[in-house]
């Protein structure tokens, strides 16, 4: 008789491949996120959250080989005066980044950081808190970060911080976590910029005290081959703004995670995304807004435009919990399917247990409008660029949602010129 | 000019024919009219013409300038000197008017082998152009056609036209939907751009188009073909005595 195969378990095989960093105070909150990690197991197909997209790549044991991608581009937001924070292979780069000092905001690395009491309280908090949906990657993060920032905004952050994550190792496989309070009133902008890794594991908790603004636009880099899985974690107290957006183009897996918990009354909180796929592209938004107090607004706007057979998933919750009356609820995800090979999955949900709010969705795919093509062709503009036309349009309503206006025209000019090399 | 030769079209997907032989000369200068009851297949001659999709050519020919429409795309044609005013001008949310019409400007100039037009000249022409179509600046900024009433939409066509500076102009029912006021508008809008080197072929179903833009040549269209061709007289008769008299008398 043949040996019996020894028993698979995928969670302990990709927990064995990594080392437990030991810092002190960040320690009871590792090893309190590996027990939830054991706990939930990493992450299989008939869970219910990844039922529209394989999670093996972002769980096996080592990464999978991502060939580095080289273009012409100077740096995004290269013009823009903004403290940058570089990471390689998610490792921090201390001399091609700028001293971490700025007006407005204490900045200290995860890696190097003695007991600090405000992360301490934080680190693994809001992650540890992301209650109703296991999301063991986050916690696997937490468990085994080796890398990432605590930023502590006090006041108005002179200038917007950018972390920089450049890849430039095939097989990288990096964990970041950086953890970012904002005190009452506190503003601060946040960039994040660059494929970062292999694969990149990436959680990032934001505490947005009362009256505080954080806004967060991000564009995850050109590499076809990379994989990425990030969460972002937020709490926002009262009359406070959180408003992220991220631009996706290319990657072979994203999946974005967003779980934000309102907690104070009258906040606003806002998250888009804009996500261009061309062939072996998969790519997840997942997002869950819980609205936990009166009178507060939250949004979520994502649009993607796929083609060659790229698949793009959207989850999205609006859970509005007893006593949350006044809630404006609004959530929005469309595709643009550029051939009859690219699908788009969505899953919307609403639970609301209030009776005075108001909450719409909506959620739709079609291909580009033949009359609007034909319209424009007559007037003389050729077939591929009435494309991008019309595929920038779509794309609009979700790259609106950046406020800063240069910002925002960065990032369009980023757009035109990738589908103009997409084209076809 | 436009020279259409014995055209039959039907139907892409279901086998309907709807031009029947169609034989039409516009000499540039001149404005033709056709006039024709519904379903007699005036816009289906304009969309063929312009080359949108789902209409299958099964004979004849079209050609502007001896350059032969049916063998080319749609933005070729319209880079040749074709410019169909649409009936139904469409919206595009997102594109704003003024990136729209300079695109078009510059792709048509690019596919002609010309220099491109600065931003600074390109607003410089539109804003006289507008002026003229009663067109105001908010109009220009907003997304193509979106929260235009039907009026704003057909000056909007005519302003294209006036930018694009077209040889060959086809307006498809341009005075429906258009109160007496807007008529006149686009009207002069039209008569302004009429030269000895332009031709013009206006679709309509009611003379009283023609009252503002005076046509050299009417024909009478009815069941994909060209049943009569007269003077400006001719469309007067149809007011008077609609089109039973005429088809009656043709049979």
């Not at chain 1, 990844?50 to 769980?59: A, G, H, N």
């Not at chain 1, 080592?62 to 903004?82: I, K, M, Q, S």
């Not at chain 2, 080319?72 to 044609?77: I, K, T, V, Y």
Request: with cysteine; aromatic share 6%.
């Amino acid at each position: 008789m043949a040996e019996p195969a020894p028993k698979l378990n995928p969670t302990e095989d990709r927990l064995d491949t990594l080392t437990m960093p030991q810092n002190g105070w960040a320690d009871a909150a590792r090893k309190a996120a590996l027990a939830r990690v054991r706990e939930m197991g990493l992450p299989g197909r008939r869970d219910e959250y990844w039922k529209f997209t394989r999670p093996d790549s972002l769980v096996q044991p080592t990464a999978p080989v991502a060939a580095l991608f080289h273009n012409e581009e100077g740096p995004l937001f290269g013009d823009l005066d903004r403290l940058k924070i570089v990471f390689v292979d998610g490792v921090f780069d201390a001399d091609q980044s700028d001293d971490l000092t700025l007006s407005g905001v204490r900045i200290d690395r995860l890696a190097e950081s003695a007991d600090i009491h405000w992360a301490s309280d934080l680190y693994g908090a809001l992650e540890g808190n992301g209650h109703y949906v296991p999301r063991p990657l986050a916690a696997l993060n937490t468990a085994y970060a080796t890398d990432g920032v605590l930023i502590h905004v006090t006041g108005k952050a002179e200038k917007p911080i950018n972390f920089i994550y450049l890849h430039e190792n095939e097989t990288s496989d990096a964990i970041l976590h950086h953890v970012i309070k904002l005190d009452p009133g506190a503003e601060v902008t946040l960039l994040e910029t660059g494929p970062a890794a292999a694969r990149f594991n990436k959680v990032m908790e934001v505490d947005v005290a009362d009256g505080a603004t954080f806004h967060h636009v991000r564009a995850q880099g050109r590499d076809h081959e990379r994989r990425a899985a990030t969460h972002i974690f937020t709490r926002l107290g009262a009359e406070s703004v959180f408003k992220s957006f991220t631009l996706t183009v290319n990657g072979r897996l994203t999946r974005n995670e967003c779980v934000i918990d309102i907690t104070g009354d009258d906040a606003v909180a806002h998250v888009a995304g804009a996500c261009v796929g061309d062939g072996d592209f998969h790519h997840d938004d997942t997002v869950f807004v819980t609205h936990d107090a009166l009178r507060c607004e939250s949004r979520q706007v994502f649009k993607k435009v796929l083609r060659n057979g790229a698949v793009g998933v959207f989850q999205g919750k609006i859970l509005v919990k007893e006593g949350a009356q006044k809630t404006d609820g609004y959530q929005i995800s469309q595709s643009l399917l550029l051939d009859d090979d690219s699908q788009f999955l969505a899953k919307p949900e609403l639970e609301i247990y209030a009776d005075d709010v108001a909450c719409s969705h909506g959620s739709t795919s079609g291909a580009i409008d033949e009359d609007a093509l034909f319209y424009l062709r007559s007037r003389g503009v050729p077939a591929e660029i009435a494309t991008d036309l019309l595929t920038l349009a779509f794309l609009a309503e979700a790259v609106e949602e950046i406020e800063d206006e240069v910002l925002r025209d960065a990032l369009v000019e980023r757009l035109q010129g990738w589908l103009e090399r997409h084209r076809g | 000019m436009l020279n259409i030769k014995d055209l039959h079209v039907q139907l892409e997907e279901e086998d309907k024919q709807i031009l029947k032989g169609v034989d039409l000369t516009v000499e540039a200068g001149k404005v033709h009219a056709i006039m024709g009851p519904n379903g007699s297949g005036k816009s289906t001659l304009s969309y063929v013409l312009s080359g949108r999709d789902g209409y299958e050519v099964t004979s004849g020919e079209a050609t502007l300038d001896d350059e032969d429409l049916l063998e080319m795309e749609p933005e070729e044609r319209a880079a040749a000197g074709l410019f169909l005013a649409f009936q139904y001008p469409v919206e595009i949310p997102g594109v704003g008017n003024m990136t729209f019409l300079r695109t078009a400007v510059n792709a048509q100039r690019k596919a002609r082998g010309e220099d491109e037009m600065s931003a600074a000249d390109f607003l410089k022409v539109i804003r006289e152009r507008a002026k003229a179509l009663k067109i105001d600046a908010d109009m220009l900024k907003r997304p193509v056609n979106v929260g235009f009433s039907g009026g704003e939409k057909k000056r909007n066509e005519i302003m294209q036209m006036a930018m694009l500076e077209p040889k060959m102009c086809i307006l498809d029912e341009t005075d429906s939907g258009l109160d007496v006021d807007a008529m006149k508008l686009v009207a002069e809008g039209v008569n302004a751009l009429r030269n000895e080197g332009r031709g013009f072929l206006v679709i309509t179903h009611y003379q009283r188009l023609l009252d503002h833009i005076k046509p050299d040549v009417v024909h009478i269209m009815a069941d994909g073909k060209i049943v009569k061709t007269g003077g400006p007289e001719l469309a007067l008769e149809v007011e008077n005595n609609g089109y039973a008299d005429i088809l009656a008398e043709v049979a």
